[in-house]
């Protein structure tokens, strides 16, 4: 069985809660780590070992991202075997086995720990970003109807073209705020390797540096402005007439 997580998010404890989840129910096993530095690939026979070997190869800091980290392990029977392979994009999994019973149950639980650091199941529903897509959309077309309304009242000479202003506005200024926070929200939820350390935790927003953050709501404050402006500019054409 074949799985391929992406967006995963994994700090030194949760490489070494992964490792051992993966290696449940193969005894005795032969493992072996291993990770892809240029043309060179180290190996070694747990993760403690493989880090002690970069530092005497003097590969550069390891306290950074790490490009690819993989485990492979067998049962000495060859009746079991788990494969994992990480990179920047994804987490791959492949599990086989003549317990059937084995291979779904160690699937399961891979799943419920890459779901805990934000992983999903790649070329799924589970990655297509509806989830962030959808609600945004929905406050569009609310906020949207509101501003006919609205358009409609301040503008009664021409309700029709109050009603286009007010509803240009609402949607082009929620557009662009919805695709801002696509924009943080996925620069905040990247993948990233951190072997030697830990990733922090928390929502997108709590992630986000202070930069990014008046980014962020200084462009609200524009698009209410931009909304406000319009408003404003319809109501000065009504009082006109």
Partial sequence: MQMIYVECQLGRSDVDRLFAVALEGITPAVVQVSTQRDATRYTAA???DLIASLEVANVGSLNGPWPNLALEANEASGTR???VAIDVERAEFDLSGSDQTWVFGQAARLQLLLNSVGGSRAFTMENVPYREFLPGRILTVGWGIGAVFVGRVLYPPDPDLGMIIGFGCAVLSMFGLQALRTHYRRRANRPILLVNGEVER???????????RLTFVGAVVAAAGVLAGAAIGVAQITMAK
């Fill in 202 to 212: 928390g929502s997108w927003w709590e992630r986000l540096g202070v930069a990014d």
């Fill in 46 to 48: 747990n993760l403690g």
């Fill in 81 to 83: 075997r788990v494969k």
